[in-house]
């Protein structure tokens, strides 16, 4: 058993600087001790995928980070796990306790079937690990071991941590709350005269190349982003649907100084909805959150989604958003991407159906997107 301090001040020195996670009480003395320490940064997500995706972004842009969570929500990063950091080779690490270990401690029995198969989903998922280490002059060498294998062969790495590895840590201090703004509905936009390339196109000559990032969701908003204009500045999602406004907050809580757009679609931005509960608290004044809203899942055959009863502007508002705009036009938006001040925005953009014939997808390589868009985030620091 060791203490919480030593293995967080040990990863400190190894250069990882967020956390982010889902609480697991195997791991109430590492949340309470990162939570407490001044140095160190958690970001508590609202599910293990966002974690994940948060993580990534967080290492896109130069600060290691690790994701942690119970092994019992280990299925909910199974997709980012295997269509994010590993289609990008993104080496993130993680922590997953070993609920229900066979022939460990009684646990509950949801945590049965998991607690056997913990590992061996891990090894499917090609993500090395080995288990947590409990005596303090093993947590350097563990730590240098996920490193070393995290650069070379830019993956995941994983510890495996069974119950009583880490004393207990009381928490001293707590997430404060961040009252919202008030939000009187605002008009409802007209209806939408732009096509998603409308808008892109109008993003790009928006941004400054040389600046700002930009994060766009999976599907045809990434292939048509590319088809308008291939830029290092561009992070095209793969797969890891929903997951492109956590990478783009982790994005921005690395690099505060830099802007970043995160282009979101309404079908993503449903399946993984908590991830603004998340943006909205942290709150990051450089992050640019706008959601390409056509009604349906055009990527995958034009099937509807339920945007057409939701008001993404309430939810945004009812998150902490702090400056919430609708538009329908490619003017409408390029007001919106003006300065207007610090503070965390989001814009729902209403776009008509339709595609380009003949959409190409990327040239490049995801694991080439991703190198390159790291070696601009450096560089451009």
């Known amino acids: 058993m060791i203490d919480a301090d030593l293995f967080v001040n040990t990863a400190r020195d190894c250069g990882f600087g967020l956390w982010s996670g889902v609480p697991c009480s195997y791991l109430t003395p590492f949340i309470n001790y990162v939570i407490d320490a001044p140095d160190s940064q958690y970001v508590p997500a609202a599910n293990e995928g966002d974690a994940v995706a948060i993580a990534a972004g967080s290492r896109l842009a130069g600060v290691p980070a690790i994701a942690l969570f119970q092994n019992s929500g280990l299925g909910n990063a ?187 679609g309404d079908g993503a931005a449903l399946m993984r909805l908590g991830a603004l509960t998340t943006i909205g608290y942290q709150r990051p004044a450089n992050l640019v959150h706008i959601l390409l809203d056509n009604t349906m899942h055009e990527s995958t055959g034009g099937q509807g989604t339920v945007s057409h009863s939701i008001d993404f502007c309430a939810l945004a508002a009812a998150c902490g958003y702090q400056r919430i705009l609708r538009v329908a036009t490619a003017d409408a938006l390029r007001q919106a991407l003006r300065p207007a001040g610090a503070g965390l925005c989001f814009v729902h953009a209403k776009i008509k159906p339709g595609t380009p014939n003949d959409l190409p997808r990327p040239a490049i390589a995801p694991p080439e997107v991703a190198a390159r868009f790291e070696a601009f985030l450096g560089r451009t620091q």
């Open 78 to 264: 199974v997709n980012p796990l295997t269509s994010l950091t590993h289609t990008c080779r993104i080496p993130i690490l993680v922590i997953a306790t070993l609920r229900g270990e066979p022939g460990g401690p009684r646990d509950e029995p949801q945590h049965t079937l998991m607690g056997g198969i913990t590992t061996s989903l891990l090894e499917l998922m090609e993500i090395p690990w080995e288990y947590f280490p409990v005596e303090a002059r093993a947590v350097p060498a563990a730590l240098g071991r996920a490193l070393a294998l995290m650069d070379r062969h830019r993956s995941p790495y994983a510890f495996v941590m069974r119950k009583g590895s880490v004393r207990p840590h009381a928490l001293r201090t707590g997430l404060d709350p961040r009252p919202v703004k008030a939000y009187s509905n605002a008009p409802a936009a007209a209806p939408a005269e732009a096509t998603r390339g409308d808008l892109l196109r109008v993003v790009q000559a928006s941004v400054d190349p040389t600046r700002d990032a930009i994060v766009a969701t999976t599907g045809f908003t990434g292939r048509e982003l590319y088809a308008c204009s291939d830029r290092e500045n561009q992070f095209y999602m793969v797969g890891s649907m929903g997951c492109g406004s956590s990478l783009g907050l982790g994005l921005a809580l690395a690099q505060p100084q830099r802007r970043v757009i995160v282009l979101d």
